[in-house]
């Protein structure tokens, strides 16, 4: 069996680097994008920001404490998944086996492609250049015979890069970084192994059960086999994804049963825009309900056929949440999500409707999705999603 080829492609500070490319007065400039309410948080930042310290999944506050001159834009998630659709489309120019992990990153396995496209080399530089012709963005990637060196590999050179792993360069290239690059490891558990004197790849990978067994216990030999680049993890398609959700954390808190029903509402259909752009039907729908005291409850219903139409998602998941607010009264509630599982390819559903042709509801999803990736999220709003805005992050 001939080696595997496999990238993992990184978009460089994806919804930030949309709003500099769609806003050119943002480009050079110090952006956050995120909520700016006291529960914001920062759902990107540009590479001109994070040299004061500021990242991801931070609090807004302490972002802006950092770099008070920073820009903060407000997040468009369904132009964002627009733009995710248009990546995933090049990648699978090149391969059917995709492995999305978020909108903005996927393993793909080209090893099957290297006889008619070249080279892994050369098919990741294509990739890039596809990526920059079509949406003028950059992505950092990385070149390895296995999952786990890939994703290690694509975040050694950001942004705009290009690391290849061979197995003749594997210890050369892993063994002096720091063992915070392990995917996994996790930051607490960092600190634990640093505290072991174990700082890099190679001490980790060389270090003796006793030391390891303490902090790892049955995953020692697992542990050390990631700290050496071994992973024999197959690229999974991602029609296999699980699910797709969408979820929000309020500014204040939302006791008002009406409000509520907007906010899931508006939290449908932007899932069921990206179950659609990811060309996919759900059979099942899940809400999320997070109290004023953190308690969190999901409420879930299943049906056949799947689906990925708005006003059909939109109906279930707006029936288990007046179910749920009967249960519970003038409950204050911080957060709602709506997610969609039980996956499936969304030709399957086409075969219903093959002799009356599409439904007007799929219509008006598709003429909103494409008007909404063109123009952005705020083009047009669907009257039953109209809420109050300053209710939201």
Excluded at 303 to 313: K, L
């Amino acid at each position: 069996m001939s080696e595997r080829s496999i990238l993992h492609v990184d978009m460089d500070a994806f919804y930030a680097s949309v709003e500099q490319r769609d806003d050119p007065s943002l480009k050079g400039k110090p952006v956050i994008v995120g909520g700016t309410s006291g529960r914001g948080v920062v759902a990107a930042a540009s590479y001109e920001v994070r040299k004061f310290g500021v990242h991801s999944a931070m609090p807004m506050t302490t972002a802006l404490r950092l770099c008070p001159h920073a820009v903060c834009v407000t997040p468009r998630m369904q132009h964002y998944v627009a733009v995710s659709g248009q990546i995933f489309g090049i990648f699978r120019e090149f391969t059917p086996l995709v492995e999305g992990l978020s909108l903005d990153e996927a393993f793909l396995d080209v090893t099957a492609s290297r006889a008619l496209l070249g080279d892994a080399v050369a098919i990741a530089r294509a990739v890039k250049q596809r990526i920059q012709s079509v949406t003028q963005l950059t992505a950092s990637v990385g070149v390895a015979p296995n999952k786990l060196i890939a994703k290690i590999a694509s975040d050694l050179k950001k942004p705009d890069g290009l690391i290849v792993v061979t197995p003749d360069t594997l210890r050369e290239i892993l063994d002096p970084l720091s063992v915070r690059r392990l995917p996994g490891l996790g930051r607490k558990t960092g600190e634990k192994v640093e505290l072991l004197g174990i700082h890099t790849f190679k001490e980790l990978r060389t270090a003796p059960d006793r030391v390891l067994w303490p902090l790892f216990g049955k995953y020692t030999r697992r542990i050390r086999e990631r700290a050496a680049g071994i992973d024999d993890r197959e690229v999974i398609a991602e029609l296999e994804e699980k699910s797709i959700s969408s979820e929000d954390t309020f500014s204040t808190d939302i006791a008002d049963p009406g409000k509520l029903q907007s906010e899931v509402a508006r939290l449908a259909d932007r899932t069921s825009s990206r179950l659609r752009s990811r060309g996919l039907i759900a059979a099942c729908v899940t809400v999320k309900i997070r109290k004023k005291d953190f308690t969190t409850f999901t409420r879930q219903k299943r049906f056949s056929p799947g689906t990925n139409e708005t006003r059909a998602i939109t109906g279930v998941a707006s029936a288990l949440l007046k179910t749920w607010l009967k249960e519970n009264p003038k409950a204050q509630i911080r957060l709602l999500g709506v997610g969609v599982s039980n996956l499936t390819v969304a030709e399957q559903m086409d075969l219903f409707n093959a002799a009356t042709g599409p439904k007007a509801a799929s219509r008006l999803d598709t003429a909103l999705d494409a008007i909404r990736g063109k123009f952005g999220p705020g083009a047009l709003t669907r009257a039953g999603n109209l809420a109050d805005k300053a209710s939201r992050d």
